[in-house]
């Protein structure tokens, strides 16, 4: 059985760091086309703000992380990362890992392409 599972997430202070991770389970990360970071906040759309395509390495970042988040792997520990510099309070939200099984060569990373799906780990960031 496939299994994602987010940890990391929990209150932070602004300007501060935190490092999410998602480890699989029941599938190697490598076998992945593309993972990704997603987040979604109250009354709000859920977002990718990061993508990882597994086979080059390419990334994607929203620009409202881009130059404060870095989405990275670890094949040995079959685990995704995000680790958040400086964030603010307007990234408080619940953070969801995301992978598609096939490659993915559009620039729209929606929901629906991604076939499995963490949990959730919620990031709540004071100011």
């Known amino acids: 059985q496939v299994q994602l599972v987010e940890s990391g997430g929990g209150s932070v202070q602004a300007g501060g760091s935190l490092t999410l991770s998602c480890a699989a389970s029941?599938?190697?990360?490598?076998?992945?086309?593309?993972m990704a970071w997603f987040r979604q906040a109250p009354g709000k759309e859920r977002e990718v703000i990061a993508t990882?395509?597994?086979?080059?390495?390419?990334?994607y970042y929203s620009d409202a992380v881009k130059g404060r988040f870095t989405i990275s792997r670890d094949n040995a520990k079959n685990t995704l990362y995000l680790q958040m510099n400086n964030p603010k309070p307007e990234d408080t939200a619940m953070y969801y890992c995301a992978a598609r099984s096939l490659g993915y060569f559009g620039n729209s990373f929606r929901p629906a392409i991604f076939n499995n799906w963490g949990q959730g780990t919620q990031v709540t960031v004071s100011s």
């Open positions: 990882l395509h597994t086979g080059g390495g390419s990334t």
């Open positions: 029941g599938v190697t990360i490598s076998s992945y086309g593309v």
